[in-house]
């Protein structure tokens, strides 16, 4: 908390590549955005999805045409700490945003009392099932949700044809199996980025959470002390998939960013990178002609449990309370998911799978791997996204825990031993 000014001024370059997340807790403030009667307004965002920043500018010049007097000002940040220190650092220093990106559940707790009620918004009725309760709190919504993702492991479906693979892997010793026949082909199996804690502390543990079989009742026990992630079965199962993902991958992983990884695996210098429909934009962009698709990531031999992808609302948008503009703010929204130039925008442009019922996207619209995530919900095979449960702070700390291993410092006992001392420790910080 105490570093929070010394970043003010450390504003991030719009454009880079990395999904966000949520807020913490937040500090004081008030937003300076007010604009004089009758004048020009501008209404303040900060966005997460960088990936698709480009096409964001895009659509804000569409609505601007729509909407005259009415500016947006997008600001595209890195997600993980950087996201959320800046919008911590806004908040201090007076220039919180009117909307700003919050993953819901815990990362929402901490916000709560500064974000305003969405309740009555025309948009609630359509909303899908699966998007509701990260924002829903005594009957109130305070988010509207962005769109629905998949999380898997995205693969290059003509590297994967070219190693002698037919068959999708659904268990960890098929998994293993299809990495070897890449490796013998020549191919690098896995490029994986474990520079940050983002993708290793959310989106790879959220693996062990998803296949527990109850992972609210998990959770409520490992806040009451009645759970333990050392010695658990499924997370000792989900040690022996990262093994592999680590064994078959590229050597500097360590220092391997997310933009850098992205871009080998969309130019095929590798077969697997885990991920999701986010990525799309990115690989349109940089090989518009790639063939891909998405599958699970087992971590044992049950081919039931294992052959889901994770799938959740990528993120909500919501609404500073005191926001001077937040009227506009609602109405941007609104218009969002409401108007045409909007859906075509989240179905087309940003590839994003609707999280309502009003918004029709074909698959071809999404592109391949939304196609395949939708393939998967229409299944039913989906499983839960549940970092934004963590007590805040954890996740860093078992990214970093993740990170020792990688590197030889620690072995699987004592990485797991590490995850349950920083949830006990983090959980006293609500």
């Keep these: 908390m105490r570093k929070w000014l010394t970043v003010i001024s450390a504003i991030m370059l719009t454009g880079s590549l990395l999904a966000g997340c949520g807020g913490k807790e937040p500090g004081t403030g008030t937003s300076s955005n007010k604009q004089p009667a009758g004048k020009e307004v501008t209404i303040k965002i900060m966005n997460f999805k960088v990936e698709i920043a480009e096409q964001f500018n895009k659509l804000k010049e569409e609505y601007e045409k729509e909407h005259p007097g009415v500016k947006l000002q997008i600001d595209t940040l890195l997600g993980g700490d950087d996201y959320n220190t800046q919008l911590k650092a806004r908040f201090a220093s007076g220039e919180m945003p009117d909307i700003f990106a919050n993953e819901g559940y815990n990362q929402m707790d901490a916000w709560l009392e500064y974000l305003e009620d969405l309740s009555d918004q025309p948009w609630i009725e359509h909303e899908v099932d699966i998007a509701k309760e990260p924002t829903l709190r005594d009957g109130k919504v305070y988010g509207m949700p962005v769109g629905l993702e998949g999380l898997g492991f995205l693969y290059n479906k003509d590297l994967f044809a070219q190693a002698g693979i037919t068959e999708l892997p659904k268990t960890l010793s098929e998994l293993e199996a299809a990495a070897q026949k890449l490796q013998a082909a020549g191919i690098e199996p896995f490029v994986n980025h474990f520079d940050t804690w983002f993708g290793l502390g959310f989106h790879n543990l959220n693996n062990a959470f998803a296949k527990q079989p109850d992972p609210n009742a998990f959770i409520q026990g490992l806040n009451d002390g009645t759970a333990s992630i050392a010695g658990n079965a499924i997370f000792q199962d989900w040690t022996k998939m990262f093994d592999v993902v680590i064994k078959y991958g590229n050597k ?176 006293s910080r609500k």
């Design 252 to 427: 500097n992983a360590l220092t391997t960013d997310y933009n850098t990884q992205s871009t080998l695996f969309a130019t095929g210098k590798a077969a697997m990178n885990q991920g999701g429909n986010w990525l799309q934009p990115v690989i349109d962009k940089l090989n518009p002609e790639m063939n891909v698709g998405i599958l699970p990531m087992p971590i044992n031999e049950d081919g039931d449990l294992n052959d889901r992808l994770f799938v959740g609302p990528a993120n909500n948008w919501v609404i500073y309370k005191d926001s001077p503009v937040k009227e506009e703010a609602k109405e941007f929204l609104n218009w969002l998911v409401s108007s045409e130039t909007g859906q075509t925008y989240l179905t087309k442009e940003f590839k994003f799978i609707p999280a309502f019922t009003n918004i029709k996207a074909e698959p071809a619209d999404l592109g391949d791997i939304g196609a395949g995530v939708l393939e998967y919900i229409e299944q039913g095979k989906v499983l839960g996204w549940h970092w934004s449960k963590y007590p805040n702070g954890a996740a860093p700390e078992f990214g970093a825990s993740m990170q020792k291993y990688v590197s030889g410092k620690i072995d699987a006992a004592a990485m797991l031993s590490e995850f349950q001392s920083a949830w006990d420790k983090m959980k």
